[in-house]
């Protein structure tokens, strides 16, 4: 019977330590105040390409040529496009496309950079082949590299992401790499490693969670990059191919009529510029959480 | 002729503004150093020995995240008024301060003599060639062998214990009436802080510079200083001349510090004596006398009222309700012993 | 003190020559050629006899710490041989290696970064329990509890994270670690040279209590002379990768033999200050272990130093029973 008590009273010691944290965390959180805003935008613009689509009452595919070029009203309240689609509904689901390519990018070149900068780190001769690849993929400009990439494989949104993985991948590997690096030298690992634990153990358990606080941060800014690159290669016709609506190809659809339909480059221009400085706000937010010394300057 | 006090500080408290609120890390210090003179801080981490050296210097950012109150006389003026720019004059050149890690206290891009004369050319208006004679006589005079040949080289080419001797040429290359020395041998080994500790003594006879010498090492204190304090949680527990402070300590804590270390000579003991608990952190200073729960003989009174820093005799001051009973009970014990 | 060393018995551990010498390299690494080698440790022999506490002691840089994790293969030996259970472990395989850290396990000097960050007190010391054994999970709680208590924390401390501890208690939990899995042999590197004095006394005790109660050997290495006379019962004393003197705790202090160990002890700054007592200053520093002297590595600080000194190098000589000595005075 003691050992029961013994672990309840375990339990209720870990409940209030975790109610603790949970306040502390909350409180810290809610004092960076622009990045509660960026957190808020960001959620506003996943929201939409969530359930956007249940939400407007139009087909983004459908034309009706009467309706073309129509300026912002109470029935279309962003206007309509040259085919006389509604504007809102060809936004919102290309929020779909853009912050799902985005997402898709981020989580892959996240998971891919955090194996290639975690094994980078820990062996020496595998490093030398992995930061070299990385270095070459780097030297070249993204989204020069992006455009190279969609030309060899042709639009559609599978290669986007591909493409693009390609692009981000270095980036993060890098950033791992860099810190686990540090943390491969502290005498917590050597500890592990007088302590009889493998390879794996060390790498997966030891160094990994303590690169992943420098990975979230990088991840967002990639994220958002990844946003502005599908854009732009949606807007030089190498991402989302015509009909399908993309932030960036309707912004090249409304650049042919400036002067006529002012609303068809605005809304989408506005949809990118949000959708970044969200995740910006949120990933400069996430760094000055995250380490605490500069969260004390900036609190001043 | 009673020596006039260089230094005065009079209830000197520096307060730091943190994320959780503002806190007092040094609370009340009062003490002098005359002319010439070595005193010794002693204490533990997080006891405000070298926030108070700093405040002397007045080094931390006062509009963001230091308040002094408080006066610190030197010379009979108080640096507390001085404007900013009147106190970088003073810096460096009457007052310096050598501390604990030289390597990260030199500048590796510049070499050891581009470093010597900077001061030199700032504070004594020195030209390019006289500063360079100067350095040179500096690095002779802390030791180190060939210093013309020496000068040339950067900090990352010298050992520790040589770098030591040119924060040391650095600090005295103005001839300052104050040396503030924040645990300069801590990072050496023993052989060559014997080195350095006879290096202080001797410039300090030569040149008669008054002396703060930080350390948390009791057998530095006795080699090197003729006055010591101690200091616990931001405040002076007890000061006392050198001899008295080993053969009558006054305060518990300054008895258990000397007890829980091991002895080199005599015979070994079974086990160490320990002061129990740990200090208290600067955000919950205790009500009472700050030392009372880690105390073996503290009461009541100890926990409710704080006691004041009182003299005992000339040279000893002690902060403690019970040091006369406890001076009374030990001398009992220890003859009973014998 | 703790334990008389015993002649009859065999010892646990055997270091016999020890070398490890670090490759120094140009700015291209290896590909430019060694350009030459750190001797780190040049010749160690010791052996850790069970139950005894041995005290390795020396000033930076004379390899004291690279000896201790060598024999641990933390970094590989350059030669030499080191016996532990009739096995010798530089030939060991990794995974032989990998098992042996059970029975020799680690106490490291800095209590801030020996844990890692990210893990709760109770996660850090679960851990080599999975690696070691195949305990359930209830038992390795159980352990844990257990080896908290024994190191003077509790079971309220098993859901914490190591920035909300003291220097003290996160040197508690380092020791904890490296005893839950019950090991023979605990090699403590520097354990307490980070901490307060009070802190200090209070981890030395912890360490007798904890070697009496689970009849542990420690290799205890230190730069701090009053420490390592207190809690050692024998003493090697090391200078540039060599073990100069080596004798039991009473005799090296009753009469240090090598001018080193003269010096060494004579440096330490004394608190009582009854009788004024000859100190020998040593002149000059430690040489580079990357381009030592010749013969006696100690001659060109030695104040006694001889010719034959500059040329051969002494042997170790043993001058009483158990009191090993390596210098030409001593011929």
Redesign the interface.
């Known amino acids: 019977m003691a050992a029961v008590k013994e672990v309840d009273r375990v339990r209720t010691i870990k409940a209030s330590l975790k109610k603790q944290e949970r306040q502390l965390f909350f409180r810290r959180f809610f004092a960076n105040k622009l990045m509660v805003m960026g957190c808020f935008i960001f959620i506003v613009l996943g929201l939409i390409a969530l359930i956007g689509p249940m939400l407007v009452s139009y087909d983004p595919y459908e034309m009706k040529v009467a309706e073309r070029l129509n300026a912002p009203s109470g029935e279309h309240w962003l206007g309509t496009d040259e085919f006389g689609r509604d504007l809102l509904t060809r936004i919102v689901y290309g929020a779909q496309v853009s912050m799902g390519i985005g997402l898709i990018v981020t989580l892959i070149s996240s998971i891919l950079g955090l194996v290639i900068g975690l094994y980078a780190s820990y062996y020496a001769a595998l490093d030398h082949i992995l930061m070299r690849i990385c270095d070459g993929l780097m030297a070249i400009p993204g989204i020069l590299l992006a455009i190279a990439l969609m030309a060899a494989l042709g639009p559609s949104p599978l290669n986007v992401i591909i493409a693009l993985s390609i692009v981000f991948t270095p980036n993060i590997a890098r950033i791992v790499r860099s810190s686990a690096l540090v943390i491969r030298e502290q005498t917590f690992i050597e500890a592990m490693h007088a302590q009889g634990a493998s390879a794996t153990r060390i790498i997966w358990q030891h160094i990994a969670p303590n690169t992943i606080s420098p990975l979230i941060v990088q991840a967002t800014f990639v994220f958002a990059e990844a946003i502005i690159s599908e854009a732009a290669l949606s807007f030089l016709g190498a991402g989302i191919a015509a009909p399908d609506p993309s932030w960036g190809n309707i912004l090249q659809a409304g650049k042919l009529v400036i002067f006529k339909a002012w609303w068809m480059v605005v809304f989408p221009g506005l949809a990118i510029v949000l959708s970044v400085l969200g995740l910006n706000l949120l990933g400069d937010g996430l760094r000055d959480f995250i380490d605490p010394h500069s969260s004390g300057k900036k609190s001043k | 002729m009673e020596k006039k006090p260089l230094l005065e500080v009079k209830n000197l408290k520096t307060h730091f503004h943190t994320e959780r609120g503002q806190i007092t890390a040094v609370d009340g210090i009062t003490f002098h150093l005359n002319e010439g003179e070595i005193v010794g801080v002693v204490g533990e981490s997080g006891c405000g020995k070298s926030v108070m050296s700093q405040s002397i210097m007045r080094l931390y950012d006062e509009k963001y995240t230091a308040k002094y109150e408080g006066e610190i006389l030197f010379q009979g003026e108080n640096l507390l008024n001085l404007s900013k720019a009147m106190m970088q004059k003073i810096r460096g050149n009457d007052i310096s301060m050598i501390f604990q890690d030289p390597l990260s206290s030199l500048n590796p891009v510049y070499t050891i003599g581009d470093q010597i004369r900077e001061s030199l050319m700032i504070h004594q208006n020195l030209n390019k060639r006289e500063a360079q004679q100067k350095a040179i006589e500096m690095l002779g005079l802390t030791g180190i062998p060939a210093p013309e040949k020496r000068i040339n080289e950067y900090p990352h080419q010298l050992s520790g214990g040589m770098q030591q001797r040119v924060m040391i040429a650095i600090a005295l290359s103005c001839q300052p009436k104050l040396l503030i020395a924040d645990e300069p041998t801590t990072a050496l080994d023993v052989t060559i802080q014997a080195q350095i500790l006879d290096l202080i003594a001797e410039l300090n006879a030569q040149l008669g510079m008054g002396v703060i010498f930080i350390t948390h090492d009791l057998g530095v204190v006795a080699e090197i200083c003729t006055r010591v304090m101690v200091m616990y949680l931001g405040q002076i527990v007890e000061e006392t001349d050198t001899d008295c402070l080993f053969s009558e300590p006054l305060h518990p804590y300054t008895r258990g510090l000397i007890k829980s270390i091991p002895q080199l000579e005599g015979e070994r003991l079974q086990k160490l004596y320990t002061i129990d608990g740990t200090v208290p952190s600067l955000q919950k200073v205790p009500h009472g006398c700050r030392f009372a729960s880690r105390c073996p003989y503290a009461d009541e009174l100890c926990k409710e009222q704080a006691p004041e820093l009182e003299a005992y005799s000339a040279t000893q001051k002690v902060r403690c309700w019970h040091y006369k009973e406890i001076l009374k009970k030990e001398a009992v014990h220890e003859s009973s012993n014998e | 003190?703790n334990h008389q060393t015993n002649r009859t018995l065999d010892p646990i551990l055997e270091v016999q020559k020890l070398k490890k010498y670090f490759p120094v390299t140009g700015p291209f690494g290896r590909l430019g050629g060694i350009k030459g080698q750190v001797k780190a440790v040049n010749d160690v022999t010791l052996k850790l006899y069970e139950g005894e506490t041995y005290g390795l002691v020396g000033?930076?840089g004379s390899g004291k710490s690279t000896t201790g994790?060598t024999i641990?293969r933390?970094t590989e030996p350059t030669g030499g041989k080191v016996l532990f259970q009739d096995k010798d472990i530089f030939q060991a395989s990794k995974k032989e290696?990998?098992?042996?850290?059970?029975d020799i396990?680690?106490v490291?000097?800095?209590p801030y970064?020996?844990?890692?960050?990210?893990?709760r007190i109770g996660k850090i010391l679960e851990?080599?329990l999975i690696?070691?054994t195949n305990v359930s999970k209830n038992e390795r709680r159980e352990r844990v509890?257990d080896i908290l208590e024994k190191v003077g924390l509790g079971?309220?401390h098993?859901?914490?994270f190591p920035h909300e501890f003291?220097?003290?208690?996160r040197q508690r939990i380092?020791l904890a670690?490296a005893l839950v899995v019950n090991p023979k042999i605990v090699i403590c590197d520097e354990p307490v040279s980070a901490l307060?004095?009070?802190?200090?006394?209070?981890v030395?005790?912890l360490l007798?209590k904890l070697q009496d109660d689970l009849h542990l050997t420690y290799l205890f290495i230190t730069?701090d002379?009053?420490?390592v006379?207190?809690?050692s019962d024998r003493i090697g004393v090391m200078y540039l990768g060599n073990i100069v003197e080596e004798g039991r705790?009473e005799d090296i202090?009753a009469k240090p033999l090598h001018p080193y160990t003269q010096?060494?002890?004579s440096?330490?700054?004394?608190?009582?200050?009854g009788g004024k007592r000859e100190?020998i200053?040593?002149k000059g520093?430690?040489p580079s272990p990357l381009n030592p002297p010749s013969g006696c590595m100690f001659h060109t600080r030695c104040p006694f130093a001889l010719e034959k000194c500059r040329i051969e190098v002494p042997q170790r000589k043993e001058m009483k029973q158990d009191h090993y000595v390596a210098c030409h005075l001593y011929e």
């Open positions: 003190m000033e930076s994790r641990l933390l290696v990998r098992r042996l850290r059970k396990q680690m490291f000097q800095d970064s020996s844990l890692n960050p990210r893990k851990e080599p690696i070691h509890f079971m309220e098993y859901y914490r003291s220097g003290g208690q380092g670690r307060d004095v009070s802190i200090q006394s209070q030395i005790n007798q730069h002379i009053s420490v006379r207190h809690i705790n202090f010096a060494l002890f440096a330490v700054p004394r608190t009582n200050r100190r200053v040593l520093e430690i």
